[in-house]
């Protein structure tokens, strides 16, 4: 085991096999990160048995100096303890909400004549549905309601008591037909609490019931004659029945269904879930969460199933789920669906998910159009521990063929986007004979001595393509200008994508999904294409000029002129004389069959 403090090793030594929660606490006693398990002496001591990859793990447990865990008698009371210390102290390394809003609530008051209203908060007593992604969603639901079931709007504190010593007066919904009136009598308490009955029916989605009472009502109306009560139910029916259509997937063979899915990019993750009550889908909400400490997919979406729990309560008796996991919870199965309506169930989430990305990343982009790129320029000065932001970045690189042509190329990256107008080639010219080393110096030289010359902002990070080699030429160019300590420098060798910096021995590898190393890898790649494409054009003019040009007569413009018509020099030596002559006329013609008698 590492070094750590006499405390912490007695701590590990103790720590219970048991479900629980942790808590770190820093030098200055804050909780600093709180996490769940299954095995406590498992999952604590993990984090300091060994050196782990990421940075921010490492800075994590460098910070630890006191432990607390909680025993609890199961993982589901672990995920919901969880989630209320996090909310509670917000702990500068935990996954947080991305923000604190309250989601909407239907609620169902406790009432001798319960009312059903929308809400953000839980100070009535009574049964609450939901959270619901929207207030949207809040409305439609309650506006069916109200269209069908004539309840009270009112907050009169209604018992049947008061309404027999008539303490209350009707209002103006009674002559708009909106309610029956039980605050004077008119209603009977079993009468109105049927329709409450139905009301939940229609908010746990199950919809059946209620439309099978709708109908035996209108029938009954029907047979007795009493058509206009008839068509007034129809007209509820019809109502319903349209509701139940355009709200959303059903799945009938299903049952009660909880789906998760989760997505997630550099500073996010999204998850998404959908309830399912009787086969429909009831329920539909995103969250999204502010990654600390390069979290993965399992551990969001565990995040996102302790956040559901501390809303919902509990879990329906199947939840679905994108990843495996460990999570064992009884009387519930979680299952990850390969085939059938379960399989399109989870794409449908999924798919919520991915679109919620999408329109979250664009608004971020719409307030702070250059966000993403302070992002990679912060992750880049972070893993090669710059002392500013690279906000002017430039790469090189060398081109020659067969060892001769040699070029290299340039090119600049502003706040982590090209800067083509600023690209530059280079022709080699002190440099003799295929030495790519030389040829980096001439070049880092040339270009840096330039931009001092035009008083222009020196690069904040210099990248050239190769290992310890090309590195040290470019190094060598520093220290001619007097700009080693000024002027940061790396190299990048191809095979292991490997990172050296000056005086390093050994490289250092930036993780594979790290921002940082695909910007250099571009940078790289865009030197690369520019030097290729320059090189060509180079020994392209070198063969015009070695075989057409040196024909007395023959200037450059006749011999691009010959080329795009013959489209080599070997077919301009096999055309026959008319035709050149037809390119470039009777004279010309006679100068270019002598130099071809020559060549034969």
Avoid at 231 to 256: C, M, N, P, Y
Avoid at 496 to 516: A, Q, R, V
Avoid at 563 to 576: Q, T
Wanted: charged residues 30%.
């Amino acid at each position: 085991m590492p070094d750590f403090s006499e405390n912490i090793k007695q701590k590990l030594a103790t720590l219970p096999s048991q479900p629980g929660v942790y808590q770190y606490f820093d030098a200055d006693d804050i909780i600093i990160y709180v996490g769940k398990a299954r095995n406590l002496k498992k999952r604590v001591s993990s984090y300091f048995q060994k050196e782990h990859d990421s940075a921010k793990l490492r800075l994590l447990v460098r910070k630890i100096v006191r432990i607390e865990t909680m025993v609890v008698r199961s993982e589901f009371d672990a995920l919901l303890l969880e989630n209320n210390l996090i909310k509670q102290y917000q702990p500068r390394y935990n996954v947080l909400l991305k923000d604190d809003k309250t989601y909407p609530w239907i609620c169902v008051t406790d009432e001798e004549f319960p009312r059903i209203f929308s809400t953000r908060s839980k100070d009535f007593k009574g049964e609450y549905f939901g959270p619901y992604p929207s207030g949207r969603m809040v409305k439609a639901l309650t506006d069916i309601i109200r269209k069908i079931f004539t309840l009270r709007t009112c907050k009169l504190a209604l018992t049947e008591d008061g309404i027999a010593k008539s303490r209350f007066r009707s209002c103006l919904e009674l002559q708009l037909g909106n309610c029956l009136a039980p605050c004077i009598g008119q209603q009977s308490r079993v009468e109105y609490n049927d329709m409450v009955v139905q009301a939940r029916n229609i908010l746990k989605g199950n919809l059946s019931p209620v439309i099978q009472t709708l109908k035996t009502k209108m029938n009954e109306c029907a047979a007795l004659l009493e058509f206009e009560k008839a068509h007034k139910i129809k007209d509820k029916l019809d109502a319903l029945t349209s509701f139940q259509a355009r709200s959303g997937v059903t799945f009938e063979k299903l049952g009660d269904v909880d789906v998760f899915s989760v997505v997630s990019d550099e500073d996010y993750g999204y998850v998404n879930f959908l309830r399912l009550l009787n086969g429909n889908v009831v329920q539909g909400h995103t969250y999204a969460l502010k990654k600390k400490m390069d979290e993965t997919d399992v551990d969001l979406l565990m995040i996102g199933l302790g956040e559901f729990l501390s809303l919902n309560g509990n879990f329906a008796p199947l939840v679905l789920l994108p990843i495996e996991t460990e999570i064992e919870i009884p009387k519930v199965k979680f299952e990850v669906p390969k085939i059938s309506d379960k399989k399109q169930l989870l794409e449908l989430s999924l798919a919520n998910a991915k679109q919620f990305r999408l329109e979250q990343g664009k608004k971020r982009e719409m307030i702070d159009p250059e966000r993403h790129s302070k992002r990679i320029m912060q992750t880049m000065m972070t893993d090669l521990r710059l002392k500013k932001l690279p906000e002017h970045i430039e790469c090189f690189d060398n081109s020659n063929f067969q060892g001769t042509d040699a070029v290299a190329s340039c090119v600049v990256f502003r706040k982590a986007k090209p800067a083509k107008s600023e690209y530059r080639h280079f022709n080699i010219k002190s440099v003799t004979g295929p030495d790519d080393f030389a040829s980096m110096t001439e070049v880092v030289t040339r270009r840096l001595k330039r931009l001092q010359e035009e008083g222009s902002d020196l690069p904040d990070l210099l990248i050239v393509d190769g290992g310890k080699g090309q590195l040290s030429a470019a190094v060598e160019a520093l220290d001619n200008l007097n700009l080693r300590h000024v002027v940061p420098v790396i190299g990048i060798a191809k095979r292991l994508e490997e990172i050296y910096f000056p005086g390093d021995t050994l490289p250092i590898y930036i993780d594979k999904k790290s921002e940082s190393l695909r910007l250099i890898q571009r940078m790289r790649d865009e030197a690369h294409r520019f030097g290729i494409t320059h090189h060509r054009n180079k020994r392209s003019k070198g063969l015009l000029k070695t075989e057409l040009t040196e024909i007395t007569g023959i200037g450059k413009t006749l011999a691009e002129k010959l080329l795009k018509h013959f489209g080599s020099v070997e077919a301009l030596k096999a055309a026959s004389e008319e035709e050149i002559q037809k390119v470039v006329g009777v004279k010309k013609a006679e100068v270019i069959l002598a130099w071809r008698q020559k060549s034969f």
